[in-house]
């Protein structure tokens, strides 16, 4: 989602800049969302001690969305400027390679199976009844 706001000059612009940035600014700049969520997630446990649970609910959840979109994309900007740090890359390596084997784990199993199952047959059965119902029409 936010990959097509790079194309907007202003965002175009400061995607040029994140990616220029030498590995601790880069580091820092990665690190941000996190403190910047900070006094949201102090909001929304305001909220939920106020008996606004519903709504301090809401808060962490959108918080939680927009800094996992936002640390994502400012990730994809500045991974080349990460990777040369040698502690930063080993760390990174040894995280995708425990990831990618969790990953893989987790595929093989049967409930994952029947849970992609599942999903196909969900799908097919939703543009039936999509094309059935325009035919209709």
């Known amino acids: ?13 400061l995607e040029r ?11 820092a700049v990665f690190f941000l969302p996190a403190l910047l969520l900070l006094p949201i997630k ?31 994309r400012l990730f994809m900007l500045t991974r080349e400027s990460l990777m040369r740090l ?15 084997a969790l990953l893989a784990q987790v595929r093989a199993s049967v409930a994952w199976q029947r849970a992609r199952r599942l999903k ?8 039936r009844t999509l094309r059935s119902s325009m035919k209709s029409r």
């Open 42 to 72: 102090i909001l929304a446990l305001w909220l939920i001690a106020r008996g606004k649970a519903g709504l301090g609910v809401v808060v962490i959840i959108a918080a939680k969305l927009v800094g996992t979109a936002v640390v994502a």
């Open 17 to 27: 800049l994140v990616r220029a940035l030498p590995p601790y600014a880069a580091l």
């Open 120 to 127: 196909a047959a969900l799908k097919r059965f939703f543009r």
């Open 86 to 100: 040698a502690w930063f890359a080993h760390w990174y390596t040894r995280w995708t390679t425990w990831k990618d």
């Open 1 to 13: 989602m936010l990959a097509r706001l790079g194309p907007l000059p202003v965002f175009a612009q």
